[in-house]
């Protein structure tokens, strides 16, 4: 299989590995990988206390988690990863 490549600034090859998706049993919807993307890739979700996503405005939110809303803007860089406490993002690289 042959998958989508880039090259450093010193002209080294290197595999950009996509955000696939966020574990929401783990995420504290502390909003640290939102911040260090720069890609618009994810956003906070409410929950209400059956899981199921509810209205921002909705009484019975019990949680915010992150969700992937722009998976298509990714650039695979992994920032999201280094910053977030409970390692609740999956990777893969995409097909060239
Ligand atoms: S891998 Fe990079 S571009 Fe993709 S969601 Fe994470 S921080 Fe954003
Ligand atoms: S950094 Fe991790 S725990 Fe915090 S909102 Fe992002 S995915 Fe959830």
Redesign the pocket.
Same mark, same amino acid.
């Given at each position: 299989m042959t998958y989508v490549t880039g090259l450093t600034s010193g002209g080294n090859p290197w595999t950009p590995q996509?955000?696939q998706t966020i574990n929401w049993d783990t995420c504290l919807g502390c909003g640290r990988c939102f911040k =260090? /993307?720069g890609?618009g890739?994810?956003a906070l979700l409410a929950l209400n206390e059956d899981g199921e996503v509810a209205d921002e405005d909705d009484d019975e939110i019990e949680r915010k988690v992150m969700s992937v809303v722009q998976p298509q803007n990714?650039?695979?860089?992994? =920032? /999201?990863d280094r910053v977030c406490p409970k390692r609740c993002h999956t990777y893969a690289p995409a097909l060239a």
């Open positions: 996509f955000l =260090a /993307c890609r890739v994810m990714c650039i695979g860089c992994q =920032a /999201c």
